[in-house]
């Protein structure tokens, strides 16, 4: 439409770029900042009031109170229903996109660059749509298998987290109950290297973390390192403590996930080379 025709032209002549350039990140933080910007349109339309609470690093959450505005402000987000630049956004009750979608992509050496070769949503799953480059640009599926699973029964660790991993309530807990990108992906690899497989949520009923006083894992990361389970089929975000005690495999996604922030406005301070160090410091190089 008009408005991603805009963006392209305005952002490519700002970046100097080619829209091919333009990365997903870009699209998704335009997309951001639009469902931002109309939330909070429609909510001063409303007549509504905005009440600031003043938090930074030292100040906590409990001493500044709690953002009395909060509740009513994230009603109006969520009711927001825009045609961005990247998708149509449209949220549910719980705050969730209604109509996810994700790109498969497939890094191409020659090129060192990732190109969109398809995508998965909840209606269609996944759809390819170009023609998959491995390593050595071919695009013959490898035949080599270091271990097989055929034949193999799994037992997979899993946890309701939408849109990877969808339960149908008044289904049960059949693996016929569950669905999601998580679940598409191990039914197509147990199709393809011929193993069985069945789901178990975790022990304890939480989905678990590292407790630094116990020095104890749960949830489905204790299940996963007692045994209970052959694979945690999840959407787990890697970290360093995680990696000290779980294999995990090449991730499928990334969040791109980022914290923003005011910036510092801009002085004409010509001495601002000695802003990092105290007067003492001065006092003593004298």
Known sequence: GDLYKTFVKKYSQLMGITEHDITPYARLAFDAVYVFVVGLDNYF?????????TIDVWNSFEKAGNFEDGPL??????????????????????????????????????????REI???????????????VFSGSTTQIPTYQIDSLRGEHLILGIDVDPPFIIHEESCGDGIECYSGYCI???RDLAKTLGF??????????????????T????????DLL?????????????NSIREKDIDFSVPFMQAGLTVVIRGKEETNDGYFFLSP??????????
């Open 184 to 186: 598409d992906l191990v």
């Open 196 to 213: 069985s497989y069945s789901f178990r949520k975790p022990s304890d009923g939480t989905w678990g973390g590292y407790n630094e006083k």
């Open 277 to 286: 160090f105290k007067a003492e410091v001065f006092y003593g190089i004298g």
């Open 226 to 238: 007692e045994g209970n389970i052959d694979i945690a089929t999840v959407h787990m975000s890697i």
């Open 73 to 114: 402000l994230y009603k109006y987000f969520k009711n927001v229903s825009v045609s961005g630049v990247s998708k149509h956004l449209e949220f549910n009750a719980g705050g969730e996109i209604k109509n996810p979608k994700y790109d498969i992509v497939n890094f191409i050496t020659s090129e060192a660059y990732f």
């Open 45 to 53: 339309n409303d007549n509504n009031p905005l009440r600031e609470r």
């Open 215 to 222: 020095k104890e894992w749960s949830g489905i990361f204790k």
């Open 118 to 132: 398809g995508s998965w949503t909840p209606a269609n799953g996944v759809t390819i749509h170009d023609k998959v």
